[in-house]
């Protein structure tokens, strides 16, 4: 798949200027979807190298990438090959990312070591949505959100996602977080972070695998349309640059029930006791105990929700571009108007 170098972005105040020798390229397609002004969705790698077990994830992350056409977005998965950082990956690079053995889990402070050692690796939500806003790229979709972990007021283990998106514009669509974080936790340092979260269509955050957390979102959106309107006002405030999460359900009667959901928690996290597990290995190892004992119900649903985000977040990018757009026009008409009756001077 052909790719060029990633253009100097028109958005990111922060990032260094791109110069041809900058290790981004952005792949054509995406390229021309953001010069065409069309919704473009941003994916991470993580979920397909280290969330999913092979070799359903080779066919899952085409899923996911339909799902985004299927929403009116342009899909671009993000991941590290060869030490070069790819906005987009065409099917023999999602495929490498899928199967090889030694693809490295990066979060935002390893992206800088992939690159500078030449290595593969899988983005998580932290270094995708950095990434996607290096790229102009608005919304991301995701399964779930890392965050805050029980005992961390003990461990300190609270995912870098977290301050990420508090300073990073971009939207993340997720389906909450685990039941194996702190969830009051995580929804307490989104506070404290000024993040906020739009529950889709529900007044419950969601907790992945289960469509109500127990916990309430301070928001509600009814529609692709309002949680674009979101981001759209955001910008014209300029009052902060923390990304937005909007929360997705599993529909009620798609979720795991209730009991296996909490039998496989609580022998999940006894796992990662007795084998020591600790940092970035604590999430996949968990992922990989659910799908090996849940009878094939966590990659159901995992899948499920996936698939759901995806096509939720094209309709959202879509919508931010129709909407950016509409509101220069207007800016320019009431411009043309103040100018006209003097009031512009
Ligand atoms: N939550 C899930 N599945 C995942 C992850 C989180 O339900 O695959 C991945 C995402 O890539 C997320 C990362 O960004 O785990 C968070 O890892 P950590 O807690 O080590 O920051
Ligand atoms: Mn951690």
Redesign the pocket.
């Known amino acids: 798949m052909s790719s060029v170098t990633v253009p100097p972005s028109p958005v990111s105040p922060r990032s260094t200027p791109s110069t041809p020798s900058t290790p981004v390229v952005v792949q054509e397609e995406v390229q021309a979807a953001l010069a065409d002004g069309r919704g473009v969705v941003a994916l991470e790698s993580t979920i397909l190298a280290h969330g999913l077990p092979h070799p359903d994830n080779i066919e899952i992350a085409a899923q996911i990438e339909d799902a985004v056409r299927a929403g009116g977005g342009v899909p671009a998965t993000i991941a590290v090959l060869g030490g070069v950082v790819h906005v987009g990956l065409g099917p023999s690079e999602l495929e490498r990312i899928c199967t090889a053995p030694d693809v490295a889990k990066l979060s935002m402070r390893d992206l800088g070591v992939a690159v500078a050692l030449g290595l593969d690796g899988a983005t998580t939500v932290a270094s995708t949505s950095a990434v996607a806003h290096l790229a102009g790229i608005r919304v991301f979709a995701t399964g779930g959100l890392?965050g805050v972990?029980r005992g961390a007021s003990a461990t300190f283990?609270?995912?870098a996602d977290l301050g990420v998106i508090a300073s990073t514009p971009v939207l993340v669509v997720c389906a909450g977080v685990k039941s194996i974080l702190d969830v009051p936790g995580t929804l307490e340092t989104l506070e404290t972070l000024s993040v906020p979260v739009l529950g889709y269509r529900t007044n419950a955050f969601p907790g992945f695998y289960l469509s109500d957390s127990g916990h309430e979102v301070p928001w509600r959106v009814e529609s692709a349309a309002e949680a674009a309107a979101v981001v759209v006002a955001r910008d014209r405030l300029g009052t902060d640059a923390a990304g937005v999460v909007l929360a997705n359900p599993l529909p009620v009667d798609r979720q795991v029930e209730r009991g296996l959901h909490d039998r496989l928690v609580a022998e999940g996290l006894a796992v990662l006791e007795r084998e020591g597990v600790h940092?970035?290995d604590?999430t996949p190892r968990l992922l990989e105990y659910f799908h090996d004992n849940s009878g094939g119900e966590s990659l159901r649903a995992n899948v499920e929700l996936v698939l759901s985000n995806a096509r939720l977040a094209g309709e959202v990018a879509a919508q931010i571009v129709a909407q950016s757009a509409a509101a220069t026009d207007v800016a320019g008409v009431a411009g043309t108007v103040a100018d006209a009756t003097g009031l512009g001077s």
């Open positions: 890392g972990h283990d609270v995912s940092g970035k604590v």
